[in-house]
Each structure stands twice: as C-alpha cells, then as structure tokens.
C-alpha cells in the first residue's frame, strides 16, 4: 500500500507558465483534497471532490482547476501561474467527508 | 482572523519535561482531530475526538476535548526529541475540516 502519492515534489515555473500536479490514492477512499500551506497561513483547503468525476470549490479557489476522472486520481492544474502561488501543495483522501485524512508528501513549487 | 486559533504558535524545552498545546475557537465543533507534520511531510492523524470532556491518550501523548467542544489541549509527558514536529488541529466546522496555524514543537536533548 503506497497510501496518497504526489508528483512531482518539487516544481519552479515562471509567471504565466501552466501546470498539472498529480495525486493518486490506492486506498478506495470516496472524497479527495487539496490542500496548500504557506507559513502562518495552516492548510488551506483549495478543491475537493466526493467521488469520481466530482469537485467542488473549497476556501481558496481562484487561479486552480481541478478534475477526478478516475476514482483513484486527482489532478489540481494551474493555468496561469502567478508568485502567490508558491506554496506547498498536499493532496489528501478519506473514506467519509471530514473523516481522518491520508496525507501525501507534498509539492514545493515556486513561481519565480 | 483564524478560526482555529492554537497555542504557543513555537515552544521548545528540554527532552524530559512535560508541555501542554492548545487549540481554541468560538464555534462549536462536531469533532476535533490532531495531527502532526514533520518537515518535508504530509501531516499524519493521531487522533479524533468526538464527545465533549472526552480523553484519549496514545502513549505519552494525552488529548482532550473541551466539555463545549469549543476548545482541545494536547499534554505530551516527558517529551522526546521524536514528538519534534508540526503539531496541527483540525476541526469539523459545517461542511469542511479547517486546521488551524500549528504549533512548531522542538525538543532539545
């Protein structure tokens, strides 16, 4: 069991630049999060979803995408990156909403 | 303003004492979890609270939840430079879990 997974790890883009972080889980769980935390901030929630080929908006939408194609898998893409969005990026899971969450390692990505 | 407001934001003492964090709102929770992160890590649960006046202990580690879940503390006895870490609390608030800013524990040995 590799639990929640995340690639990449680390990632540096330029302003305007776009990208796609990767998360998949081999847990079965129903609902999927991700989640950014910058220093004084805790995590914030970004987008959710609460099964396949569902997502919803969370605290911190703007400037992301996200799609769960596949129950296992949730993409979170940044069209147009922009310097606020350096942060660490941690996707999670769960099998009920709220229930104990399965982090994954995290992406450190700059936006130089 | 922090919905989850935890206390001290840093704290460091020597491996052998005992320290207490807290974590303090104004809203009522239907459950409170605790997790801590090390660095370049996800943050891992260690527990989840549900009654008011509940207590739960993992080892050296006693959790306890506030009789009007407004509030929890984490007592750590005898800290080990291992519990160093991110300790974070989360709350079920409505529709979402919101954590709170974390205390940075550093044991010294």
């Known amino acids: 069991n590799a639990g929640v997974t995340q690639t990449p790890k680390f990632r540096v883009l330029k302003t305007g630049q776009s990208m796609t972080l990767l998360c998949a889980q081999d847990?079965?769980?129903?609902?999927m999060y991700w989640y950014r935390q910058d220093p004084g901030m805790g995590l914030r929630l970004i987008h959710y979803s609460v099964g396949e080929g569902t997502t919803a908006k969370g605290e911190v939408p703007d400037g992301y995408n996200v799609s769960r194609l596949k129950k296992q898998n949730f993409l979170l893409g940044l069209e147009s990156a922009a310097p606020s969005q350096t942060s660490v990026y941690f996707c999670?899971?769960?099998?009920?909403?709220?229930?104990?969450?399965?982090f994954g390692p995290g992406t450190r990505l700059t936006v130089t | 303003t922090q919905l989850l407001e935890q206390s001290p934001q840093f704290l460091s003492i020597q491996e052998g004492e005992n320290l207490t964090v807290y974590c303090n709102s104004s809203?009522?929770?239907?459950?409170l979890q605790w997790y801590r992160q090390e660095p370049g890590e996800g943050p891992v649960l260690l527990v989840t609270?549900?009654?008011?006046?509940e207590v739960k202990k993992l080892k050296r580690l006693t959790f306890q939840f506030g009789d009007a879940r407004k509030d929890s503390s984490l007592h750590i006895t005898a800290a080990q430079p291992g519990d160093t870490g991110l300790y974070l609390c989360a709350a079920a608030l409505g529709e979402k879990l919101t954590f709170g800013t974390g205390t940075r524990l550093t044991i010294i040995p």
């Open positions: 999670a899971s769960s099998y009920y909403n709220y229930y104990e969450q399965y």
């Open positions: 847990m079965n769980h129903e609902y």
């Open positions: 609270v549900v009654t008011g006046g």
């Open positions: 809203s009522v929770f239907s459950s």
